[in-house]
């Protein structure tokens, strides 16, 4: 990645940094993930926001994420979880402007949301990654081993992946909590 500067292009050397908020504090609403671009591993910060709705009809809007992805987790959310945010607006961002078109988004777009909606922040220095299907299952995601290393790098201390992406070792000084199933994801927040 390069940014323009006065003096042309340079190297960004940790990308990553331009898509967290840097704030530190733990807020809810808020998930980091490890997600692809390319053969890089890039953390970026998804937010969410969850109130009640005003109208008839709930809002649901997303911002570098997927639309019509954000309607089936949350019918998955409601279904598999038995969390319902029928009745309230739903925002979600990437932070950064950054696009992501990857299914591995699911777990922490769904993370956010909880978060919001009960208000609760999640755990310090915790990344998520992992697809979630329509039957509630959290599926595995390419480059599994390089997303955990990236986040570790950067500091982070617990990492909530799919069951299938978890290896013999990780990363030193890194907890790795593996789920198959949403409700499984979920506990992270209670346990907080």
Known sequence: MF??????LREVSNPSA?????????????CVMVTQEGTRPLLV??????????GA????????????????????LHRHAGIA???QDVFVNAVGGVR???????????LAIVSSLRNRALPDKVVAFGEVGLTG???PVQRGQERL????????????????????????????????????????????
């Open 18 to 30: 331009l898509f967290l908020s840097g704030s530190g504090a733990r807020i809810p609403g808020s």
């Open 149 to 192: 290393r990236e986040a570790a790098k950067l500091g982070f201390e617990r990492a909530v992946i799919p069951k299938a992406n978890r290896s013999r070792q990780a990363p030193q000084g890194m907890e790795v909590i593996a789920v198959e199933r949403v409700e499984d994801a979920l506990r992270v927040l209670r346990e907080g």
């Open 100 to 110: 992501i078109s990857e299914p591995g988004a699911d777990l922490p777009v769904l």
């Open 3 to 8: 940014a323009m500067t006065e003096k042309g």
């Open 85 to 87: 945010a029928f009745d």
């Open 137 to 139: 299952e959290v599926r």
């Open 57 to 76: 009809n709930p809002r649901r809007l997303s911002v570098g994420l997927e639309q019509n992805r954000l309607a089936m987790l949350l019918a998955v």
């Open 45 to 54: 910060e998804i937010q969410a926001l969850v109130d009640d709705a005003r």
